[in-house]
């Protein structure tokens, strides 16, 4: 398949016959270009008035490819044919270049065209554009594919810095304008005709062109004049320094959404979505029309002027834009240690929440855009505070759409994300977490544990000094208020409620009735350096609520037997059956608790012995109660001692600043946690 590339417009502030002076010195070799050989003049065409200049020349141009790439193919330089057709009359120099060498396999063409800029005719515009098709090439059509491309890239930058320079060069020379063509007296205007264009000498006519293909070349390089295009100088001003291929890659998928929508978004936009899908066109014009059709389905261009933060949003929601990073970005702050997830959920739900993220996102945006070259923001995530109630699986599931939503509509929008005073916990967190996270926002993560963000290479390599928000030290005001957990009379609706909404929830939690000095049990095998993680909620009555670790009594086996058995290489088994003869240990004393109706309940707790352990809820409820039952929802997890080493591995692979913080993140740490409770 054809590959095109249309380069962004360049502007060179000089007029356009000092810069015609300055492009001839390229001629016939040009030292600026290594791999340019030399050239030679094949035909040329000068007329009488001095108006038209048409040249042809065979370029040698040496192959920059590997030793065994140039034996198969049999060629060290390959050789190219350009056509220029230069109108001083018009003041425009139209380029037409394609290869010689290997014509039947490989089609390369390159259009260019220098003529005045349109808003000021003392300035010269530059335009480009190429196409690649490979038809056959022994079998190595890819690799030399990409060797095109490389080359290609290499070289089209160098093109406006040899303009530069040999403008220079005649500055130096005292050359600092140059004449525009004016008619000749003894000439008249109509003589450069037809038939003196065929009576050249043989020698000077170019038989193999026509007038119309040097003369009348149009401007936009074979495109209608309201075809997209894209300033270079823009480009650097607000886009930033980008290689020859993605400031093509920005300008293809212009021209593409232009072929099905009067309005695209601006290439801040475009690029941005272009890096999300490491450039492939087709790919990101798919998720773009996707994105485009989802903001005008929720009416998001306008989110900012028509939704309003719920009140339990804005008081009990611990966040704000701070300042802004040493790269200009817009901050964020988000102090999720003291963030009430649960009570959110169930006071405003999922919806007010996801709204409240775009909300954010959208302000983000229009903070970047009114500085150039800006279009991502920084993320400092606060973990002081951090819990197992952060961890409840409608939060997990709420937090993984949010993430989908932001990635496939703001892709690209975080710079960094700063995860400071990551607790104990951290691991465990991360665990639950990774899985829905995109590995490029991965890539941006740097986690610092407990002081760590303080020391030289922490967060002040990323934020000035005197902007670091006061509750981390530093000596920036931060109005952030942390006003701990949504009260119980602000719920809308119940655990049950929340659970409903989810399918895959209601499968997670169980709904468990017991009466009056009655015992559920849930037995867990756990291998050492799991994880056994239970949320619950009391719905009705009270509980007693105990995690312990089971010891079966080991089988007795007569020692003359198990030797004729071992002899016979038969194992015996001591796996334990229900009828076995065992007895409970509690393994922790604060794992024995009472809960009372409305709490909710998240704990783990770390396994270090390996075997059978059994979490229990008694019901508690007083004799003098009017109900004798007790009903409760729970969830049990368990966390494979792989799953959870790899929680750390995977940041320490992922993350190239990552702070010690990890070596703090130990098992004897874990074996800490436990039950959190809820009112």
Not at 125 to 150: D, H, M, P, W
Not at 157 to 165: A, H
Not at 312 to 319: A, H, Q, R, T, V
Not at 403 to 427: C, D, H, K, S
Request: glycine share 6%; charged share 25%.
């Amino acid at each position: 398949m054809p590959q095109e590339y249309q380069l962004p417009d360049r502007v060179y502030k000089y007029p356009f016959e000092l810069i015609m002076l300055a492009y001839e010195r390229r001629f016939p070799t040009c030292s600026m270009i290594p791999a340019f050989l030399g050239s030679e003049t094949i035909h040329e065409y000068k007329s009488k008035d001095g108006a038209v200049h048409v040249i042809e020349r065979r370029c040698k141009i040496d192959v920059e490819a590997p030793y065994l790439l140039k034996k198969v193919c049999g060629a060290d330089h390959v050789f190219f044919i350009q056509k220029n057709s230069l109108n001083l009359r018009n003041r425009t120099l139209n380029i037409v270049a394609t290869n010689e060498t290997f014509s039947s396999r490989v089609k390369i063409k390159e259009e260019c065209a220098y003529k005045p800029h349109p808003d000021n005719d003392e300035w010269t515009i530059f335009t480009q554009r190429a196409t690649l098709n490979i038809i056959s090439f022994f079998g190595i059509e890819a690799q030399v594919e990409k060797l095109g491309i490389k080359a290609y890239h290499k070289n089209i930058k160098k093109g406006k810095e040899i303009i530069i320079y040999y403008v220079n060069e005649l500055e130096s020379e005292g050359v600092v304008t140059a004449p525009r063509w004016s008619q000749p007296d003894n000439i008249d205007s109509d003589s450069d005709s037809d038939d003196s264009f065929a009576s050249a000498d043989d020698d000077t006519r170019m038989d193999d062109l026509t007038r119309a293909e040097f003369l009348d070349l149009p401007y936009c390089l074979g495109v209608s004049t309201n075809d997209y295009k894209l300033d270079s100088d823009y480009i650097t001003t607000h886009l930033g320094e980008l290689n020859p291929m993605e400031e093509c890659s920005i300008i293809q998928l212009a021209k593409r959404m232009k072929q099905t929508f009067d309005k695209i978004p601006d290439e801040r936009v475009l690029l941005r979505f272009l890096r999300a899908r490491n450039f492939d066109i087709e790919k990101t014009r798919e998720m773009l029309i996707k994105s485009m059709a989802w903001r005008k389905q929720y009416n998001i261009d306008a989110h900012l002027d028509i939704w309003t933060p719920p009140p339990i949003i804005e008081k009990y929601l611990p966040g704000a834009w701070h300042r802004s990073d040493k790269d200009g970005r817009p901050v964020y702050i988000l102090r999720l240690g003291h963030l009430d997830i649960k009570g959110m959920l169930r006071a405003v739900g999922e919806d007010a929440l996801l709204r409240y993220a775009l909300y954010i996102c959208e302000q983000g945006i229009q903070k970047t855009n009114a500085t150039a070259q800006i279009s991502s923001w920084t993320l400092l995530i606060d973990l002081e505070g951090l819990n197992l109630r952060h961890l409840w699986a409608p939060a997990r599931i709420a937090m993984r759409r949010f993430t989908e939503v932001m990635e496939q509509n703001y892709p690209e929008t975080l710079g960094v994300v700063l995860i400071v005073q990551a607790p104990r916990l951290f691991p465990l967190a991360w665990t639950l977490v990774k899985s829905f996270i995109n590995e490029n926002t991965r890539r941006k993560c740097l986690v610092y544990g407990g002081n760590d963000y303080l020391e030289d290479d922490g967060i002040h390599s990323y934020i000035h000094r005197e902007d670091i928000p006061d509750f981390l030290g530093g000596p920036s005001p931060c109005n952030i208020e942390c006003n701990g957990l949504v009260p119980r009379e602000d719920y809308t609706r119940s655990t049950e409620e929340v659970l409903a909404k989810e399918a895959g929830l209601q499968s997670l939690y169980k709904n468990c009735t017991i009466k009056k000095g009655e015992i559920h049990e849930v037995q867990v095998e756990a291998d050492v350096d799991g994880v056994i993680t239970w949320d619950f909620d009391c719905v009705l009555g009270e509980l007693q609520f105990t995690v312990s670790q089971r010891i079966f009594a080991q089988p007795q086996c007569n020692s003359s037997l198990a030797g004729l058995v071992e002899m016979a290489g038969i194992t015996y088994s001591t796996t334990p059956s229900p009828t076995d003869s065992y007895t409970d240990n509690i393994v922790e004393e604060s794992t024995v608790c009472s809960y009372l109706e409305g709490d909710s309940v998240q704990g783990s707790f770390y396994v270090s012995k390996p075997g059978t352990y059994i979490l229990s809820w008694g019901n508690v409820t007083p004799a003098a109660s009017i109900c004798s039952k007790s009903t409760f929802l729970y969830s049990i997890e368990t966390i494979e001692p792989k799953d959870y080493a790899g929680s750390v591995s995977s940041l320490t692979s992922s993350f190239s600043n990552l702070s010690s913080a990890g070596s703090s993140w130990n098992t004897s740490s874990v074996a800490s946690w436990n039950s959190m409770v809820s009112r």
